[in-house]
């Protein structure tokens, strides 16, 4: 009697050892909003969220059709960065997809991914190099955005220094908020001259 049908033996694609163990996720883009900046590595850099594009999230419908996402955000003043801005030398995107369990996980370029963990370190260095590069797509933060950082990190310096002569981490941090501070008094000073030159000057009712 003639056999029917091949031999088969299912493959094993990914040893599940190997795999990161981290939930499934949808696919995202940074953004950055204009009063959102930072003071990292002695220089004021533009902070970032992550903005997800899964289906019933942000306006996402069933489909994956992103395009009220970006409307609304883009409405909101947010600027969407291109996948490909800050990347390392022979990678794309910044947004990197990687196998798990059940689907995929999407996770920046920033990040090291431990086989067979959940862990995840943080390539700081990288992040830092990414920040410069979006720094140079946005517009520089405005006066008020940066007087607003300098009356937070004053605020934290006065809280700092009521406890860093008997606490030495409170003194290490207070060293790193004065440092800060001159770097964001520094910028602050230039966005200045700069909407000086670029705004009229505006002068309240019944003041001459």
């Known amino acids: 009697m003639a056999r029917l049908g091949q031999s088969f033996k299912p493959e094993q694609r990914v040893a ?13 883009q940074f953004a950055h909003h204009p009063e959102a900046w930072v003071v990292r590595s002695g220089e004021v850099l533009p902070r ?41 030398k022979g990678v794309e995107s910044y947004l990197q997809r990687v196998p798990v369990a059940g689907g995929f996980a999407y996770v920046s370029c920033f990040v090291r991914l431990v086989p067979g963990s959940g862990k995840v370190m943080p390539d ?13 797509q946005v ?51 230039a966005a200045f001259k700069r909407d000086a030159q670029t705004y009229d000057e505006v002068i309240p009712d019944g003041t001459e």
């Open 139 to 189: 517009a520089p933060p405005a006066a008020y955005v940066l007087d607003a950082l300098r009356g937070k990190l004053e605020k934290r310096q006065t809280d700092l220094s009521l406890v860093a002569d008997r606490v030495p981490v409170a003194a290490k941090q207070l060293k790193q908020v004065n440092a800060d501070l001159k770097i964001v008094e520094k910028e602050l000073e």
């Open 124 to 136: 700081s260095a990288g992040y830092t190099r990414f920040l410069k590069a979006v720094k140079k």
């Open 48 to 88: 970032v969220n992550m903005i997800s594009m899964r289906p019933g999230v942000n306006h996402v419908p069933r489909d994956g059709n992103t395009d009220e996402l970006y409307m609304r955000y883009e409405a909101q003043g947010w600027s969407f960065i291109p996948y490909d801005v800050g990347t390392p």
């Open 16 to 28: 599940p050892r190997a795999l990161p163990k981290l939930p499934v996720s949808d696919p995202w």
